[in-house]
């Protein structure tokens, strides 16, 4: 019912030339996908991906966006200007981004917001951390994180956001939730959705899974019924390896 999405995020690796050489390798391991594949690659790969990724299934997208449509806000892009450039997708609150650069709730619903109305699809990312997870908190935080950032939004944008369920305590650690603990988790983000906007709703919302996700583990992951896809570090940056994953 639902198209599985597998998307990669480089984070801050790889030149334009490296961009290509990969994208290349990877086309014709991809050919056959059943699901829909994409590349957030740094924004300043955008122009050779795209290149690259011509004549192919592969989309592009980036890691993170500005709210606003243009003005004073150095050191920014805006959705518009990467609309511009090709980008379908922008991943959205990634916790990295959230560690180190002060993104919140709050900002993450705004990027979501000018995402879907500038047409690129946001992939909200929402995770809890260890201690959270040890606390008891998960449910109530996935939830709190999901409706904030979908905050404003009517129903027919909620149906196109893309959703990562990243465990922070997965994140590039080597260690994966569980496939009943991934599960589990994205079920109760879904619910939430329901919830406030309605089954229909949340049946179209695609929730990916995300941390330390690869070609060992993908098979099991997406067998899952609630887990829709996956948000790929590590494991997307070699041509091999993420075809494996898309290909689960
Ligand atoms: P990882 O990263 O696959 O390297 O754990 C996932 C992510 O940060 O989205």
Redesign the pocket.
Known sequence: MRTPIIAG?W?MNKTPAEATEMIQALKPLVKEAKCTVVLCVPALLVHAAKQAARGSKIKIGVQNMHWKESGAYTGELSAAMLKACGVDYA?IG???RRQYFGETDETVNLRSLAAIRNGITPII?VGERKEQREGGYTNSLMEYQTLTALNGMTADEVKKVVI?Y?PVW?????LTATDEQANETIGVIRAAIARKYGKRVADKVRIQY?????PKNATGLMAQPEIDGG??????LKAEDFSKVVNF
């Not at 997965?170 to 080597?174: E, H, L, Q, V």
């Not at 948000?231 to 997307?236: F, V």
């Open positions: 995020n984070k991943i990634h916790s990295e990312c990562a990243e997965a994140i590039g650690t080597g995300g941390g330390s996700m690869n948000l790929i570090g590590g494991a997307s």
